[in-house]
């Protein structure tokens, strides 16, 4: 029995084909970079990019596949299997996606996270084997020219790279997975058409009517459950995703905890409640949302955190914070009885989360007269402004949003670079502090020491001599991750823009032993000798020189902050040792296997292409060439 309509033109089926061409190579790059965000989330940053190379290793296979089976490839049977290789792909995205979200993955360095990893890799590249069938046929198999398919593959990739974004805005990224099953369900549809398949283009309908139903309705019963290799904490409030993160509130809004702080007080009373909901971003970065019922003053914990610290030093003041989060920086500058507050965050979804959805708990802050939030990227907005501040502070930026650029995303911000210090520098009053607040790993405080460098070289090419006139650095013996009691701390940086006065430094002691933390460097003594070489002209180079990690000044040109691992000491794991944040050595690790497993391949697909050539020597053999293009 006939089973293609004859009704159907040349004409047309070729506009058929083409928009399954497009349709095809669209789903395919939304779905890649889909999964270096999902990525993000469900393993570490540095994973991120290895969804870039699933993806060409499905591709790179499925074309191998079809010139390895020329008689199951022909140019005869190439409609029938354009229609079925784009109906696997918008069946394998939801199944393979789903499989990946059941999976524990714990990216670690044993047999079982790395079996983890790879379980995972091989099962997400599945439906790109699909689309490489696709596009490999349609480009080597289909009569025409050839340019108008390739133009089609373009166009229809680079619109999926912009609809990635728009459909981030409407829909989880979860959800948004059903989104590319059902333009890979669209493929199938013009796919189906062309050849007259009407078995397949009833398969392709019913399955693109059904991606579209549970793209609309994925948000409210699909979660991600398993990040970084373990459960999530608490029942989920609030999830929201955007192209450069995924933000979850969690906890209970009718109960009373020990309050957050990032280096609170051993002095603070063990007994004080307050009710708090925590903010994660992507899994990994938490910030938290205080209750406020009334006058910020009662919430007298933040006048123990030694992140706060610059508020003993500057009252009645102008307040610029980097990086709002869940408003607690806001919360500090109201309960010190700072004149007026802007708070700059990047991310759109965090301040509708905290001034919107949970306005109502948070004591809206927005609403305040001397409150003001802004959405932008801080320095840029910063550099616009024609104003002074008495004190900026940045209290633990480092979200490491990620994107498909690859391992090295974790690493990179412009915040902490020299040139970023200088426009912050710039923007304080006469006697303005700009305040930064990192971890301090006792062992070997390499943020720490980082931190003290960059100020050094800012105030430097500022134009000040004497940069450790400048500098006050304070710390706590413990900070706010219990699973490192001990052996992490936090520490303060303060910098003014007029060297510290007398009455500075004696403020600043006299809270120090009140509230329990230690001046580890100021204009007269230094805990650590290398703080205070890092804090002179003279012997900042060579501190940096001597240190076992990367302590140099960032830049512009090299804005790898959290990047303090030397390639040569990548596979030395205890000399590399950062506590809480030694997930960065990791990055460096994924880097060196992931080179390692990307040879392999290639030669792997080089020999599969030597194989397939062996086969069908009226091809040609391989020549130089072709290997170098491997």
């Known amino acids: 029995m006939n089973r293609r309509p004859p009704t159907a ?16 190579a669209g789903a395919t790059l939304m779905y890649e970079i889909l999964l270096t965000r999902i990525f993000s989330v469900t393993m570490w940053y540095h994973f991120a990019f290895l969804a870039v190379a699933a993806a060409l290793l499905g591709m790179t296979a499925g074309a191998v596949l079809v010139q390895a089976r020329p008689l199951t490839f022909s140019a005869d049977a190439a409609p029938r299997r354009l229609a079925t290789s784009a109906l696997l792909f918008a069946l394998g995205v939801p199944a393979t996606f789903l499989a990946h979200l059941a999976i524990p993955v714990a990216p670690t360095l044993t ?13 997400i590249a599945l439906p790109f084997l699909a689309s490489g069938v696709c596009v ?32 981030l805005k409407v829909a989880d990224a979860p959800a948004a997975v059903f989104l590319v099953a059902a333009f890979g369900g669209a493929a199938a549809i013009a796919f189906a058409a062309a050849a007259g398949e009407r078995r397949a283009l009833a398969g392709a309908l019913a399955l ?72 994660s971003i992507d899994g990994v970065a938490d910030t938290v949302l205080t209750r406020l019922d009334g006058d910020p003053g009662a919430l007298d914990h933040l006048r123990y955190d030694v992140t706060n610290l610059a508020h003993y030093l500057r009252r009645d003041a102008e307040v610029l914070v980097v990086g709002a989060g ?28 905290i001034n919107r959805t949970f306005g109502a708990y948070t004591g809206h802050l927005d609403r305040r007269p ?10 840029s907005y910063i550099a616009r402004l024609d104003r002074r501040f008495d004190i900026i502070q940045l209290s633990f930026i480092d979200t490491f949003a990620a994107t498909a650029a690859g391992a090295y995303v974790l690493t990179e911000h412009s915040l902490y670079t ?19 607040s990192r971890w301090h790993f006792h062992r070997l405080p390499a943020e720490i020491h980082r931190l003290v460098a960059l100020g050094t070289a800012a105030l430097l090419e500022s134009g000040i001599s004497r940069p450790r006139n400048h500098m006050v650095l304070v710390r706590t013996q413990a900070g706010a991750d219990l699973r490192y009691p001990t052996a992490i701390g936090v520490g303060t940086l303060l910098i003014g823009r007029a060297p510290f006065s007398d009455q500075d430094l004696a403020e600043t002691r006299a809270v120090a032993t009140r509230l329990g933390f230690e001046v580890a460097l100021d204009p007269r003594s230094a805990t650590d000798p290398t703080l205070a070489a890092l804090t002179s002209p003279e012997g900042i180079a060579g501190a940096i020189a001597r240190s076992p990690l990367d302590i140099s000044p960032p830049t512009d040109d090299r804005p790898f902050f959290f990047h303090t691992v030397p390639l040569g000491r990548a596979l030395r794991l205890a000399a590399t ?54």
């Open 136 to 167: 490999c046929l349609a480009l080597t198999r289909l009569a025409g020219p050839v340019g108008t398919i390739y133009a089609a593959d373009l166009t229809g990739a680079a619109l999926g790279c912009l609809a990635t974004v728009g459909a």
């Open 9 to 24: 033109g040349p004409l047309a089926r070729r506009a058929a084909t083409l928009g399954g061409v497009f349709a095809i």
């Open 326 to 353: 869940g408003g607690r920086d806001v919360l500090s500058a109201l309960a010190f009885g700072q004149r007026q507050v802007v708070a700059i965050e990047v991310n759109e979804a965090i301040l509708e989360a």
């Open 208 to 279: 693109t009517a059904a991606a579209f139903v549970l793209t609309a309705t994925g948000s409210s019963w699909l979660r991600v459950t398993w990040v970084k290799g373990a459960r999530e904490r608490g029942p989920t409030l609030h999830e929201r995703w955007n192209s450069y993160s995924r933000i979850r509130i969690w906890g209970d809004p009718g109960v009373e905890s020990p309050p957050f702080g990032w280096g609170l007080s051993p002095t603070y009373p063990a007994t004080r409640r307050v009710g708090q909901l925590m903010l």
């Open 370 to 379: 001397s409150v003001r939030f802004v959405n932008d990227e801080a320095r």
């Open 577 to 630: 040792d950062q506590g809480n944040v030694s997930f960065n050595v990791a990055a460096v690790l994924v880097l060196v296997g992931g080179l390692i497993v990307a040879a392999g391949l290639t030669a792997a697909g080089l020999a599969g292409v030597v194989a397939v050539r062996r086969q069908h020597p009226e091809d040609g053999g391989v020549r130089a060439c072709d290997a170098i293009f491997f």
């Open 111 to 123: 047999p079982a996270g790395l079996l983890s990893v790879l379980i995972t890799y091989v099962v």
């Open 418 to 436: 020299v040139e970023a210090w200088r426009t912050f520098l710039d923007h304080l009053s006469p006697r303005g502090l700009l305040t930064v």
